[in-house]
């Protein structure tokens, strides 16, 4: 990569903090960008839809997500738009999302699940992440300030996109959460984070994850729900669906999940197979 490239790099590493992208975010349109560089051997302050068609090509064959296809066509579009300042249009159409449905847990595997958990801990924080809705980086970065006890609510801080929300605190582990709060407090092992590390920092997300996996595989049919897909983001699934289930309005849906918009709540729309299994057929 030549040394203009690399300044390249820089600059758009400095416009992206300087709009508050997320750490991931930015990572993920350097390492498109560098791909995109290396491709096109030659600077080019113009666009070139040809070189750039070929390019997101070569992605597709070498089997990228439609996703990551997307991705990259929007870094090289900032690249040109926002450092570059050309107001040459890149009509491009994005890849065609594969429809995925999210693997959605029934009620009964989940407290089947967080019943077999006996770490306190860790029972707490399946719990605290079905039972609201979170993602596994909301889990790790919630803080003791963030729960209000009283009111039954929770703030969600830096979630994504860098916006913060509310959401329900479950009804059912209040005291429980009260009583695990106070013996880790009296234990000296006091923080700001609920769910700290052994070391006291925060708890990395694949900590997480295993946790989840531990506990799920204890439980019938574990292996097999694993197989298909489920993962920790699969508690945050399920308490949309079971909320939708329930008769409550998407738009409340919506904003407990923190969605920016309605379409993405939508997906929760699908009848889950607990329906389905219930459901008797007319023949």
């Known amino acids: 990569m030549s040394g203009s490239e690399g300044k390249y790099l820089k600059e758009v590493e400095r416009e992206l903090k300087l709009r508050n992208y997320s750490t991931k975010s930015i990572s993920a349109y350097l390492v498109n960008l560098r791909a995109y560089f290396e491709y096109l051997h030659i600077e080019r302050r113009r666009p070139d839809l040809d070189a750039i068609k070929d390019f997101l090509i070569q992605m597709h064959e070498k089997k990228y997500a439609p996703q990551s296809v997307n991705l990259a066509l929007n870094s090289i579009k900032f690249f040109y738009r926002n450092i570059l300042g050309n107001p040459f249009k ?3 159409k994005c890849a065609k999302k594969s429809l995925k449905l999210p693997v959605v ?12 958990t006996k770490n306190v801990k860790h029972k707490l924080l399946l719990s605290i992440a079905y039972g609201a809705g979170l993602r596994v980086s909301e889990v790790v970065k919630l803080k003791v300030e963030d729960v209000d006890f009283a009111s039954g609510i929770m ?15 479950p009804e059912r582990i209040r005291g429980d959460l009260l009583i695990y709060l106070k013996d880790r407090n009296d234990g000296g092992i006091a923080g700001e984070f609920v769910f700290p590390s052994n070391w006291g920092g925060r ?12 506990s799920l595989k204890k439980i019938p ?6 197989k298909k897909g489920a ?14 289930e329930n008769g409550t309005d998407i738009r409340v849906v919506q904003k407990l999940l923190g969605h920016a918009s309605i379409k993405t709540t939508e997906i929760y729309t699908h009848v889950s197979e607990d329906v389905i299994g219930r459901v008797k057929s007319p023949f």
């Open 90 to 92: 890149i009509d491009i």
């Open 105 to 116: 847990l029934s009620r009964a595997k989940i407290l089947e699940m967080i019943e077999v």
């Open 155 to 169: 703030r969600i801080s830096e979630s994504k996109g860098r916006k913060s929300r509310l959401t329900v605190l």
């Open 203 to 214: 708890l990395s997300t694949r900590s997480c994850q295993k946790i989840f996996e531990s």
């Open 221 to 226: 049919g574990g292996e097999l729900l694993l």
């Open 231 to 244: 993962s920790f983001h699969s508690l945050r699934h399920s308490f949309a669906t079971h909320l939708l």
